[in-house]
């Protein structure tokens, strides 16, 4: 019997690895922060370090990798437990092979014998009770040797190895049998899982970085091991089993943290590195325009720009202009290039935002954003989803929002169209925007 593959499939991880994976809708910070701190984790002697992402770098970020020659994250699009990580080698006989074969199994302690076939895909499953009923049977004892296992075989549970767990956890509480036969994606025998080791199956080890809230990370992190985090975001994390290393301070960039403890440790990052950490740096901090800004972001960035060697400010204002225009995507792809979630006052907030040099594009774009802002509301059950527009040449900003319609009324900003306000001479979303948001929905309450 084969259980019903979900529709989605998911990536495979290694329960031997610790990741270091930013944000979803990856911006260049967190490509940066993940390849910056997890080489200066393994040059400090920490083993089995990866970088991460989860999802598609933005294309300032690919600009960056490009431009340092540097090679992007290893994509991870989840992490939940799947039965490849459950699933332990074992010995399997074949159809036709004679019950003593299958003894033999039971006698190295195998509970179950897969059957499996000359195509590679398993027919079935021999039980030591099946072979105690076979021993017993009043037949010649000879003739009991002699015949294959497949008489005896008993339908196997199977699980493809992509499968989620969690999607099929009720099911295995339910069922009688505590193994399970594991295939590959064509069906081929991969090995078996039991009851408990199912149950309780290894976990992703992921270290966060710029960010900390479950709602931001790799899809199904719930259900990882949160090892460490490194950020310069607001407080907003989900509890540990165990103490972890957690770092967050109010810096402009998580890169700035990267960069300071590899100067701390005496490590020189090679020009890769050193490149797209300066990246991450000038991003965030819009080259040193945005309010986040401190004077350890201006100091790193120095240090930075000299190991990657380039012109500091000749290269940010290339690499805020690396990003499109509004006319040049989609809708869809504008608002969910950088979007966050928030829980503000009991209500769920998305906010958005995207670097443009002039707002001369909006008025085309407005109606297909305000559609896609109301499709995400409607989608995700929203109570206030936005966009934030930053002009990036006149350190200027709108916003575009979409919500109900109490917490639109009570936005303290000048409206200058429809569902479109005037941020002034907001441009950070981190600093500026969001503790606004807060401050309206936590009083409105």
């Known amino acids: 019997m084969t259980a019903a593959a979900p529709k989605e499939k998911y990536e495979t991880w290694s329960p031997d690895v610790t ?37 598609q770098p933005n294309e300032q970020a690919q600009f960056a990798l490009k431009r340092f020659e540097a090679t992007a994250p290893r994509l991870l699009a989840g992490v939940a437990p799947t039965f490849h990580h459950a699933a332990i080698s074992q010995p399997t006989v074949k159809p036709t092979d004679p019950l003593p074969a299958a003894m033999l199994r039971v006698a190295e302690g195998d509970r179950v014998i897969p059957i499996v076939g000359e195509t590679g895909k398993p027919v079935g499953i021999v039980t030591s009770l099946a072979l105690a009923r076979a021993y017993t049977a009043p037949v010649n004892m000879t003739v009991m040797l002699l015949q294959p296992v497949q008489n005896v075989a008993e339908e196997a549970l199977t699980f493809s190895e992509r499968e989620r767990i969690s999607d099929h956890r009720n099911m295995i509480l339910r069922s009688e049998t505590d193994d399970f036969v594991i295939v590959t994606e064509e069906g081929i025998y991969l090995g078996v899982a039991t009851r408990r080791r199912v149950l309780d199956p290894p976990r992703a080890r992921l270290i966060l970085v710029d960010h900390n809230e479950l709602s931001q990370a790799v899809t199904d992190a719930e259900e990882a091991e949160i090892v460490g985090v490194l950020d310069h975001h607001r407080l907003g ?41 300066l990246s991450g740096i ?18 790193i960035a120095k240090w930075l720009a ?8 000749t290269y940010g204002e290339e690499l805020l202009r690396a990003s499109p225009g509004l006319s040049m995507r989609s809708a869809d792809e504008i608002l969910d290039s950088d979007r966050k979630t928030y829980h503000m006052g009991g209500n769920p907030v998305s906010i958005g935002q995207i670097e443009v040099t002039g707002f001369q594009e909006l008025p085309d774009q407005h109606q297909a954003l305000l559609a896609a802002l109301n499709a995400r509301r409607q989608q995700e059950g929203l109570s206030l989803v936005g966009l934030m ?57």
């Open 389 to 445: 527009i930053t002009d990036i040449v006149t350190g200027r900003s709108h916003l575009l929002a979409q919500g109900d319609n109490w917490i639109l009324t009570a936005l303290p900003f000048n409206r200058v169209g429809d569902h479109e306000y005037d941020l002034e001479d907001m441009v950070s979303r981190k600093k500026q925007l969001v503790p606004t948001l807060h401050a309206v929905l936590e009083e409105t309450r």
């Open 306 to 313: 000299e190991l990657a060697n380039v012109s500091m400010f």
């Open 19 to 55: 990741y270091v994976i930013g944000h979803q809708r990856p911006d260049t910070d967190a490509i940066a922060s993940a390849l910056g701190y997890a080489w200066y984790l393994t040059e400090t002697g920490h083993a089995n370090i990866q970088a991460a992402r989860c999802g």
């Open 282 to 299: 000038l991003s965030d901090t819009l080259v040193f325009r945005s309010p986040t800004t401190t004077e350890r972001d201006q100091e």
């Open 237 to 277: 994390n989900a509890a540990t089993a165990m103490p972890i290393p957690f770092v967050i301070e109010p810096v402009g960039s998580t890169s700035t943290l990267v960069a300071e403890h590899c100067r701390k440790a005496n490590l020189v990052p090679p020009p890769p590195i050193a490149g797209m950490l």
